[in-house]
């Protein structure tokens, strides 16, 4: 018997104040095509490369409090060209590269993020 529940992560919620101007700074970070399709009004679903999905959802932005730690981490090959393009971006609270591997930053709502360099096998 097969078990029901699959060893993968489908996609990640992110809470946000307005779906659309959330979009927009998503796709531009991560330089994807923004579509006008947006989820019973409140939804907005970017589609990465690997399958995993990160859910754009204004309807809980006011039931749920902001993270402090990093909701998950981009991964890059280059941490210091990554580095230089979110300090470019319209980022918020840029921290410091640590251990020459990673660093955090806030989206507009105040979500701390990620991006590492690691092993993307």
């Given at each position: 018997?097969?078990?029901?529940?699959?060893?993968?992560?489908?996609?990640?919620?992110?809470?946000?104040?307005?779906?659309?101007?959330?979009?927009?700074?998503?796709?531009?970070?991560?330089?994807?095509?923004?579509?006008?399709?947006?989820?019973?009004g409140?939804?907005?679903?970017?589609?990465?490369?690997?399958?995993?999905?990160?859910?754009?959802?204004?309807?809980?932005?006011?039931?749920?409090?902001?993270?402090?730690?990093?909701?998950?981490?981009?991964?890059?090959?280059?941490?210091?060209?990554?580095y230089?393009?979110?300090?470019?971006?319209?980022?918020?609270?840029?921290?410091?590269?640590?251990?020459?591997?990673?660093?955090?930053?806030?989206?507009?709502?105040?979500?701390?993020?990620?991006?590492?360099?690691?092993?993307?096998?």
């Amino acid at each position: 018997m097969n078990h029901p529940i699959q060893p993968k992560i489908g996609a990640t919620f992110i809470p946000v104040k307005d779906v659309e101007a959330a979009r927009d700074w998503y796709c531009g970070l991560l330089n994807i095509k923004p579509t006008e399709e947006i989820v019973n009004g409140h939804l907005y679903v970017l589609r990465l490369q690997d399958g995993h999905n990160i859910v754009l959802d204004q309807k809980i932005y006011k039931k749920y409090r902001k993270h402090r730690a990093p909701l998950f981490h981009f991964n890059t090959t280059d941490i210091q060209e990554s580095y230089a393009y979110v300090q470019d971006f319209e980022a918020n609270n840029i921290g410091e590269v640590e251990f020459g591997e990673f660093f955090t930053f806030e989206d507009p709502d105040g979500n701390v993020l990620m991006v590492c360099e690691c092993d993307n096998r």
